[in-house]
């Protein structure tokens, strides 16, 4: 008995893994399928990077539009309630007499614009140049005077896709009542 030959004289053909000639590559479905699952899944990364990088310019744009707020609110509240009096007083505009290092300064704080947004400003010099401190006022109507050595103060600073309120109660401690 001599092998690769059976013993009725057939001869025995492994069994081959590689494509014989002519039947090389993938079939059109394979591909077809392969690209079907490959664009879903890209899709679906893409949708949701999307989202993350919405999900982040909203977010750092609240952050930028309420620290704006922030520093303005502080300054402010800081003049007023180092004031001894208030000279002028609008919805849109205060002018008011308090100290800057020590040294008596007229200070004057204005809202300027005609639509939103609009710009909150303020002058060191009692109104003749004005410094933009925050661009993104919705509103215009900032300031409030219940009562004489009281001024509220409304910000609320606005984006697209953010709005921030912030408020605060201020008393001048210096004032001639």
């Known amino acids: 008995m ?26 059109l479905v394979e591909i077809l399928v392969t690209a079907a699952v490959m664009a879903t899944v890209a899709t679906a990364i893409m949708g949701f990077a999307m989202r993350v990088f919405t999900t982040t310019a909203t977010i750092v ?4 539009v309420f620290a704006e707020g922030r520093i303005a609110l502080d300054r402010l509240g800081k003049q007023i309630r180092q004031g001894e009096s208030i000279t002028t007083s609008q919805d849109s505009l205060i002018e008011f007499e308090s100290y800057l ?6 200070f004057a704080w204005r809202v300027t614009g005609s639509v939103a ?3 909150l ?21 900032v300031f ?23 408020t605060s109660d201020v008393y001048l401690r210096n004032a001639n009542t």
Not at 101 to 106: R, V, W
């Open 2 to 27: 001599s092998w690769p030959w059976t013993t009725r004289g057939t001869s025995v053909h492994r069994a081959t893994t590689s494509p014989s000639e002519g039947e090389a590559g993938f079939t």
């Open 117 to 119: 947004p609009f710009k």
């Open 144 to 166: 409030d005077y219940p009562d004489t050595d009281e001024v509220q103060i409304d910000l609320t600073l606005g984006t697209d896709t953010t709005t921030v309120a912030l």
């Open 101 to 106: 290092d020590g040294e008596a300064t007229t």
């Open 61 to 64: 744009e609240r952050r930028d």
């Open 121 to 141: 400003q303020e002058s060191r010099d009692g109104g003749s140049t004005y410094v933009t401190v925050a661009t993104s006022l919705t509103s215009n109507d």
